[in-house]
């Protein structure tokens, strides 16, 4: 049954009841497996990217706050009358 071969016309010539509740419970455990591994798939997925993002974001910022603090160093050492390249 997990391959996808279901012998229902065996299964029901056994016993009709049983097999048709083993079928209902196969197919309502098997959905909601695989339902559970693809919730899986996209969390991890998104966590991944949003660890990403997160990384890229903290980049970024650090980047942005060189180019000021030389920005700032360079405007102060005009008003010191000193040149922005020593």
Same mark, same amino acid.
């Given at each position: 049954?997990f391959?996808?071969?279901?012998?229902?016309?065996?299964?029901?010539? /056994?016993?009709?009841?049983?097999? /048709?509740?083993?079928?209902?419970?196969?197919?309502?455990?098997?959905?909601?497996?695989?339902?559970?591994?693809y919730? /899986?798939i996209?969390?991890?997925?998104?966590?991944?990217?949003?660890a990403r993002?997160?990384?890229?974001?903290?980049?970024? /910022?650090?980047?942005?706050?060189?180019?000021?603090?030389r920005?700032?160093?360079?405007?102060?050492?005009?008003?010191?009358?000193?040149?922005?390249?020593?």
């Amino acid at each position: 049954m997990f391959l996808g071969d279901i012998y229902y016309g065996r299964m029901y010539e /056994a016993d009709p009841t049983v097999s /048709a509740l083993i079928l209902v419970l196969f197919v309502l455990i098997m959905n909601f497996m695989v339902l559970n591994m693809y919730t /899986a798939i996209v969390i991890r997925t998104y966590n991944k990217l949003q660890a990403r993002q997160l990384f890229l974001g903290e980049s970024m /910022a650090r980047i942005q706050a060189k180019k000021a603090k030389r920005k700032i160093n360079n405007c102060i050492n005009l008003l010191r009358c000193r040149s922005p390249f020593n």
